[in-house]
Every structure is written in C-alpha cells, then in structure tokens.
T-cell receptor, first 112, second 110 residues
Framework: SQTIHQWPATLVQPVGSPLSLECTVE??????LYWYRQAAGRGLQLLFY??????ISSEVPQNLSASRPQDRQFILSSKKLLLSDSGFYLC???????????FGPGTRLTVT | DAKTTQPTSMDCAEGRAANLPCNHS???????VYWYRQIHSQGPQYIIH???NNETNEMASLIITEDRKSSTLILPHATLRDTAVYYC???????????FGKGTRLSVIA
C-alpha cells in the first residue's frame, strides 16, 4: 500500500532563517506531488505541484520554492522565512490526472 | 477551474443524514465534482467524486443535478467523527491540482 510521510511534524523557526520541509511517498511510482499551506483559520492554498522529476509548477509567487530531486521526494524550501510563512503545510500525492489526492500528516510551522 | 459556493457552516444531529449543498453554476462539461473533508489539524481526506451520474461509496452519496449546476453530498448517518470542514471542488480534466475554497464547517451534535 502507498504511504506518504512528512517531517518534521512541528517546527518553530525565527524570522530570516532557512526552511526545508521534506515529503516522501512510498509504494507508488511517478506520482503527482503537491504542496499546500493552510494559514490559521483559512482554507488550503496550493503552493506548488509536480508531475515529474524536476518539473515544478508554482501557483503563488512568494519566498518559497520547491524541488523534486527524486521521483517520490518533494521538498519545500525558503532562504529567509517571514512571519507570514507560519501555517500548516501539507504534502499530497495522486496517481494520475483525475485521481483523488492523498494527504500527508502535515507540518505545523511557526515563525517567530 | 470553475468556482463553487458552499454555506459557511451547518449543524446536523447525530444519527441523522447530513446534506451538504454546493453550487457550481459555471461548471464545464469536462469538469468533475470532488468532495473532500478536513478534520481539525489533519490533512484533507478524499470522500467521493462524480461527473454527471449520482455516485455512492462507503462514506457518502453524491447527487448531481441534471444540469450539473449544483450537487449535494449526503452522509446518511452522521456521527460525531464526521465533524469537519467539507470542501466541494470542481476540477478540469488533464493534470491539474485541486483548488480548495473555504468549504462548509459541519458540526454534528449529540
């Protein structure tokens, strides 16, 4: 069966520090991968998605970036965090274009 | 993707059917209707999806109107664990991600 992992589960970082969140999927190959963010009391915002290694589509311009160095690995990064980057970050995968998405447990990021 | 309109919140008595409406009046012929839910502090969970026929699975039923301009998600016997935010999403064919709106906050009351 397929599983999706995210780490860390929680993170507290100072403003201006770098960020690296990792997501990995097991039990499937060539998945579509997604990063979402949910700010406190708000809906889910799609940040990035990828249909293959090295292919990243950005939905919202900001100080975050994403990379897919391996087929089942998706990384969310920032060089300098802002207070507004605080939120609940969710990674998701889907087998293909019309398939439902499966979400990871999320990382709760607090920027202080 | 076409936009959807959902009520902000709804209450439902435990054991009764929960009927969650969604308007998608600008839906295109190749767009599917998806439903997800998000329990507090967890990632969203897929519930069901459909194109134009009604669909049913172990979690819920999806009723889509004949003109496809609206749909209703039905949880036949709501439990306290069904308390969550429910998202109705329309999605074009081809590789596109889901775009979540604000959803409906369903509170199941004992």
């Amino acid at each position: 069966s397929q599983t999706i992992h995210q780490w860390p589960a929680t993170l507290v970082q100072p403003v201006g520090s770098p960020l690296s969140l990792e997501c990995t999927v097991e039990g499937t190959s060539n998945p579509n991968l997604y990063w979402y963010r949910q700010a406190a009391g708000r809906g889910l915002q799609l940040l990035f998605y990828s249909v293959g290694i090295g292919q990243i589509s950005s939905e919202v311009p900001q100080n975050l970036s994403a990379s897919r160095p391996q087929d089942r690995q998706f990384i969310l990064s920032s060089k300098k965090l802002l207070l507004s980057d605080s939120g609940f970050y969710l990674c998701a995968w889907s087998p293909g274009r019309l398939d439902e998405q499966y979400f990871g447990p999320g990382t709760r990021l607090t920027v202080t | 993707d076409a936009k959807t309109t959902q009520p902000t919140s709804m209450d439902c008595a435990e054991g009764r059917a929960a009927n969650l409406p969604c308007n998608h009046s600008t839906i295109s012929g190749n767009e599917y209707v998806y439903w997800y839910r998000q329990i507090h502090s967890q990632g969203p969970q897929y519930i069901i999806h459909g194109l134009k026929n009604n669909e049913t699975n172990e979690m819920a039923s999806l009723i889509i109107t004949e003109d496809r301009k609206s749909s209703t998600l039905i949880l036949p016997h709501a439990t306290l664990r069904d308390t969550a935010v429910y998202y109705c999403i329309v999605r074009v064919v081809i590789n596109t991600p889901l775009v979540f709106g604000k959803g409906t906050r369903l509170s199941v009351i004992a």
